[in-house]
């Protein structure tokens, strides 16, 4: 679906169902219809979403308090991706990945060990050449992680921290060799989860995530971001 014209002469565009105006421009946000620097006019989304300019207002706040739109000389614009970002995200994630495997090795429960080893078996079984199934079975990994942890506050920052992360349309897991090595890491993780080794269970995600980082900025520097 289409919507109308922007002043640079684009169009607002979404596919699916008909969502609230939030929904609908964090969507677009997400998949790249909306580019990054692109400006947020209130008419043109108002019209796009056949509502009034009040709820677009709204929605357009609680993206600013999102992160994914901010504040320029212009107006309200989508926000820009950039290699410091990366380094800010990462820096954060890995800090807040690694203490979520700390406390899963600690509060665990039988029932989470045995959904991150049915992930884990079903992430090597899958084709490598799908890299959007890929990027979310990997998600869904970590996440089972954070729910092993059993620390709300904990998941929640690091499901804002994945939000934003999503901004970025490759994945580090495309990478040759990545895809394998990785699933031999969250083995590891597991391995370290399950026998309540805490310490060994931080080490080894920090390392998992510092290997991330490193590739993300790789594809960055080769202009694949």
């Given at each position: ?48 979403c ?37 380094l ?6 890995i ?115 510092a290997?991330?980082r ?12």
């Amino acid at each position: 679906m289409s919507g109308p014209a922007l002043s640079d002469g684009k169009a607002y565009r979404v596919a699916g169902r008909k969502a609230a105006p939030y929904e609908k421009v964090y969507q677009a946000i997400m998949t790249g219809e909306l580019a990054p620097g692109q400006p947020l006019i209130e008419t043109a989304l108002a019209e796009w979403c056949e509502v009034s300019r009040t709820p677009i207002r709204e929605a357009l706040t609680r993206l600013e308090q999102d992160g994914l739109v901010v504040r320029g000389d212009r107006g309200l614009m989508v926000r820009e991706r950039s290699p410091e970002e990366i380094l800010d995200l990462y820096e954060t994630r890995i800090v807040l990945e690694a203490m979520a495997s700390r406390v899963a090795a600690v509060r665990r429960s039988y029932m989470d060990l045995i959904t991150l080893r049915r992930i884990a078996q079903r992430l090597e079984t899958m084709d490598v050449s799908d890299e959007h199934a890929m990027a979310a079975g990997n998600r869904e990994f970590h996440q089972a992680i954070w729910r092993a942890s059993h620390n709300d506050s904990l998941s929640d920052l690091l499901q804002r921290l994945d939000m934003h992360l999503a901004r970025y349309p490759s994945t580090t897991l495309s990478q040759p060799g990545r895809w394998a090595e990785a699933n031999g890491e969250h083995q590891e993780i597991i391995t370290a989860i399950e026998a309540q080794d805490a310490d060994r269970a931080h080490d080894l995600t920090a390392a998992h995530f510092a290997k991330a980082r490193e590739l993300r900025l790789a594809l960055w520097a080769k202009g694949q971001e």
